[in-house]
């Protein structure tokens, strides 16, 4: 039975770029997965899925061109559950899939969805993954109630969840002043088109957060800080001038300010390390790190970063723009820019909350970013219970990145447990 929600809906504003960097090559998808302790069962996961989407109406949709807009459409068809791939995060392409968004998959145990950015960020596909486990669950006779990451479906969605809230909160008078330059890769001998090898970390959450304790700083930022250190010590010695390291790290913007809308509600820091300045020790990169996420992840500082983005979608001069025009600028951009001033991505969604009676089913949550560009270490991290899954998204065939990440911490006393679709 499909939902009686609106026809239509605007592009959030940071879903808009999305659609324009869409290409043969590469497209902005990432994947959220729940691995239950017993085999799934596709025909209930196809049941309960066709149950679940109704609540969810900015999901149900598909993407369609206005003269100056993308803008997203009712789908009236059901979506198709698929056996999992190996290679996952694979470009979304329009017109397959039904013209879905979305992909759910199975596997033994696991459930999968692949989700296109546009549709939401982390946090609002965690809520779409929680959700749809719940309901499965219930159809193997599980009783799940409500709450945490699992909406009750008898509840009708609200504005609020369908809500753009960078209209709503994008309100400072300051606008961030952004100055990025290009910085380091590591580069190797690169895969073949959307092809990505992925490297699964599962740990126990309190050791790593233990280890972090030990440098007095959070598990997003030590984490960060192995990456740039990982990093520095990757870049070649004997240059003149060595060049700027940069963590982009998402935030949850509703840590900030009170909503609930299960659609794009990020941004995005940049935390640099400048090896020209001289040597760092691992204790001057956590300290550099800390103040940095301090500084940033500040609710003025965070409104002043969401009003610059608003400011870009109301120009007058762009918003008369065709949408011809404005997708063929921002693919131009994205191809001679792509992750030019990003040496690696750390997204930590966080600890999924869940109904009490639906933690004896759940092994694990995972979250995978898409395929970088340039980018060999792009890292999801998120928590379930005391299990931590740390994932690592490198479109280069060498794994010295990953290697030396998860080799850092069990040196720092954490046990990993390592998992790969690498041969």
Not at 182 to 210: D, F, I, P, W
Not at 246 to 265: A, D, G
Not at 373 to 398: E, F, H, K, P
């Amino acid at each position: 039975m499909k939902n009686a929600g609106q026809d239509w809906y605007q592009l959030d504003n940071a879903a808009k770029i999305f659609p324009g960097q869409n290409s043969r090559t590469w497209s902005n998808v990432f994947r959220v997965g729940v691995e239950l302790r017993e085999t799934v069962d596709p025909a209930l996961l196809q049941q309960a899925l066709e149950q679940v989407l109704p609540r969810f109406p900015t999901f149900d949709v598909k993407i369609k061109h206005g003269f100056f807009w993308h803008y997203f459409e009712k789908n009236p068809q059901i979506p198709e559950v698929q056996p999992d791939v190996k290679n996952i995060c694979y470009r979304i392409n329009f017109k397959e899939n039904r013209g879905f968004l979305f992909r759910v998959y199975y596997h033994d145990r696991r459930i999968a969805v692949d989700f296109f950015h546009a549709l939401g960020d982390g946090y609002a596909n965690t809520v779409f993954v929680s959700t749809l486990a719940a309901q499965y669950l219930r159809l193997r006779g599980a009783e799940i109630p409500p709450g945490g990451a699992v909406l009750n479906l008898g509840d009708p969605p609200t504005e609020e969840e369908q809500s753009d809230a960078y209209r709503q909160y994008a309100s400072s008078k300051a606008k961030y002043d952004r100055h990025d330059k290009a910085v380091y890769h590591a580069v190797s001998e690169k895969e073949g088109r959307h092809l990505c090898n992925y490297t699964v970390g599962v740990m126990s959450a309190a050791q790593v957060k233990q280890a972090a304790r030990r440098w007095d700083c959070t598990v997003t930022e030590y984490l960060v800080a192995l990456l740039l250190d990982i990093h520095y010590h990757m870049q070649p010695d004997g240059k003149k001038k060595p060049k700027e390291l940069c963590v982009q790290v998402p935030v949850n913007l509703r840590r900030h300010f009170p909503s609930k809308t299960l659609r794009n509600f990020v941004v995005c820091l940049r935390i640099k390390l400048n090896p020209a300045m001289g040597d760092y020790g691992f204790d001057e990169i956590v300290r550099l790190v800390r103040l940095q996420m301090q500084l940033q992840n500040e609710k003025k500082f965070l409104n002043s970063m969401m009003t610059q983005n608003m400011k870009v979608e109301r120009n007058p001069l762009l918003r008369a723009t065709p949408l011809l025009i404005k997708d063929l600028g921002v693919g131009i951009s994205f191809a001679v820019t792509a992750e030019q001033t990003t040496t690696a991505l750390l997204s930590n969604i966080g600890r999924v909350e869940l109904p009490e009676e639906m933690y004896p089913y759940i092994e694990k949550y995972m979250f995978f970013t898409g395929p970088g560009q340039r980018n060999g270490g792009r890292c999801g991290v998120i928590t379930c219970g005391d299990t931590l899954c740390l994932t690592v998204s490198n479109c280069y065939r060498d794994a010295a990145i990953e290697r030396a990440l998860f080799t850092r911490l069990v040196k720092a006393g954490v046990h990993v447990k390592v998992e790969s679709n690498r041969e």
